[in-house]
């Protein structure tokens, strides 16, 4: 990796030569975050029109080997643990503060759920995490929602929540339209909105909305109230929402007509949100020309 980027810039999912994990420095968390990738073909079931993954270069491999996605995740967290990590560029930049395990996360180049492995692959570093006494390492699902409903998604989002698990759940719309414009996918958004609310129902979610300036525009007031009127919807029906992290484009994405919002177009978004849906958590993350610190509104 060059020497130049800085740690909690430098997102992208290589290390060493491993096929499925990986480390970053999150800076929503302030910390290590060790990242699962369960798509490492490349193929998403969401076509984004913000996604940084760079789909022109073919896939490392198509398979999931399992006990070489264990063996890789072992070996990260000891060197995370030992602290041999922060020897490496461009971990050796991070800060005091950065130097912690703060989580592991289910996210790749691809929806993590779509892989037949995810039950087993989370039964297996749940128990990696179980080995080191690592209970208070959170377990996070970045999920589009698109399968949250799966037989053998359940069945891992039972093991997820078990280990200090959380579920953050891409919404990055109010209407079909605007869903259709940014996420580009077959899929309804009514089975969107509903695999949510009915996840929600059961156990806490995360919703993770990303906003952004697509061909010049942002999204209208009319499509942000419509999103508001979505995440209302499922706390009426018992929903438990969390939080709600808003974000923008943080780095640079293959469409150049995908930019980010600037600070105070997301601070306004933040206001309109929290205006319509009060008692909710609101983290704002800032795109590359706002604040480097992130707000909670
Ligand atoms: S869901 Fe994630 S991986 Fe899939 S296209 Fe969207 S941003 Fe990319």
Redesign the pocket.
């Known amino acids: 990796m060059p020497d130049l980027i800085p740690a909690h810039l430098d997102h992208r999912r290589i290390w060493s030569d491993f096929d499925y994990c990986y480390p970053v420095i999150s800076r929503r968390s302030k910390g290590v975050s060790l990242g699962v990738n369960l ?1 490492p073909d ?1 193929v ?5 029109v ?4 760079d789909r022109t270069t073919p896939g490392k491999r198509r398979d999931i080997d399992l006990d070489q996605l264990e063996q890789e995740m072992a070996a990260l967290l000891d060197l995370t643990l030992d602290g041999s990590l922060f020897t490496f560029s461009p971990f050796d930049s991070a800060g005091p503060e950065q130097r912690r395990l703060n989580d592991i996360a289910f ?5 993590p759920t779509t892989a037949k492995e995810f039950p087993e692959a989370v039964e297996r570093i749940a128990h990696l995490k179980w080995q080191r006494g690592l209970q208070d390492v959170k377990l996070v699902l ?3 929602s698109s399968r949250l409903q799966a037989r053998e998604v359940v069945q891992g989002l039972d093991t997820l929540m078990a280990n200090n698990g959380e579920i953050w759940a ?1 919404l990055d719309a109010g209407t079909e339209a605007y869903y259709q414009e940014i ?3 077959s899929i309804p958004f009514s089975r969107i909105l509903e695999n949510i609310e009915i996840t929600a129902r059961l156990r806490p979610i995360t919703i993770q909305s ?1 906003f952004l300036s697509w061909k010049g525009k942002g999204p209208s007031t009319e499509e942000i109230a419509a999103y508001c009127g979505c995440l209302g919807r499922i706390q009426g029906m018992g929903g438990q929402l969390q939080g709600l992290q808003l974000y923008t484009v943080a780095r640079p994405t293959p469409e150049p007509e995908a930019r980010a919002l600037k600070a105070a177009e997301l601070d306004a978004l933040a206001a309109q949100v929290a205006e319509a849906l009060p008692g909710l958590s609101i983290e704002v993350f800032y795109g590359p020309e706002g604040p480097e610190e992130h707000t909670v509104v």
Do not use: M, W
Not at 44 to 48: G, S, T, V
């Open positions: 798509n490349k998403c079931n969401f076509d984004c913000y996604c940084e993954v996210s790749g180049d691809g929806e970045i999920t589009d891409k996420n580009r996918t990303l």
